[in-house]
T-cell receptor, first 112, second 115 residues
Framework: LAKTTQPISMDSYEGQEVNITCSHN???????ITWYQQFPSQGPRFIIQ???TKVTNEVASLFIPADRKSSTLSLPRVSLSDTAVYYC?????????????FGKGTKLSVIP | NAGVTQTPKFQVLKTGQSMTLQCAQD?????MYWYRQDPGMGLRLIYY???????DKGEVPNGYNVSRLNKREFSLRLESAAPSQTSVYFC??????????????FGPGTRLTVL
């Protein structure tokens, strides 16, 4: 399974755009990139997934360059409620996803 | 739909005691998982069940046993609790699809303290 590296923590002011980059140099051809969000005292929840180029949903955007060795989660105009830990996971679909690992994630603190 | 439910929410045990953490999902998912999360750490997979009737070890299975009682329920048992098992335990479920990543849905967690 591909190893991921992401910053331990980030601070941002309310209303700013936040970009969290994840490095995954040994990503395999059939691997997907998935991001989860975890609020304090809650379980993680899925926010976005992509394979290549750009994916956008109502919560975030995910940018993946052509070489797929990194990816960037973009949160537009963050608010205090976006304070959470964000996890980047890389792995194959189907049965290969059983042992995907959640690293320490990136703790995002949004400041008023 | 309640999603994934876990009981109990909190538990305090003494070293050597046993207990079972319960998990149930109402989304008709095939696969279920148990994770533990220690302070400042990510989630580590203890056991998973790919489908009803099967269970497999994850990254940190020692000291735990699991039972996939039916498609809905997946329990985690600590036979002889140790202080190192103090943690927050999360149960999750997913519907395995071949061609896309299988989003996992998590329960609210059980906060366990072993004295």
């Amino acid at each position: 399974l591909a190893k991921t590296t992401q910053p331990i923590s980030m601070d941002s002011y309310e209303g700013q755009e936040v970009n969290i980059t994840c490095s995954h140099n040994n990503i395999a051809t059939n691997d997907y990139i998935t991001w989860y969000q975890q609020f304090p005292s809650q379980g993680p929840r899925f926010i976005i997934q992509g394979y290549k180029t750009k994916v956008t949903n109502e919560v975030a955007s995910l940018f993946i360059p052509a070489d797929r060795k990194s990816s960037t989660l973009s949160l537009p105009r963050v608010s205090l409620s976006d304070t959470a830990v964000y996890y980047c996971l890389v792995g194959p679909p189907g049965a290969g996803s059983y042992q995907l690992t959640f690293g320490k994630g990136t703790k995002l603190s949004v400041i008023p | 739909n309640a999603g994934v439910t876990q009981t109990p929410k909190f538990q305090v045990l003494k070293t050597g005691q046993s207990m079972t953490l319960q998990c149930a999902q109402d989304m008709n998912h095939n696969s279920m998982y148990w994770y533990r999360q220690d302070p400042g750490m990510g989630l580590r997979l203890i056991y998973y069940s790919a489908s009803e009737g099967t269970t497999d070890k994850g990254e940190v299975p020692n000291g735990y046993n699991v039972s996939r009682l039916n498609k809905r329920e997946f329990s985690l048992r600590l036979e002889s609790a140790a202080p190192s098992q103090t943690s927050v335990y999360f149960c999750a479920s997913s519907d395995i699809r071949v061609l896309t990543y299988n989003e996992q849905f998590f329960g609210p967690g059980t906060r366990l303290t072993v004295l």
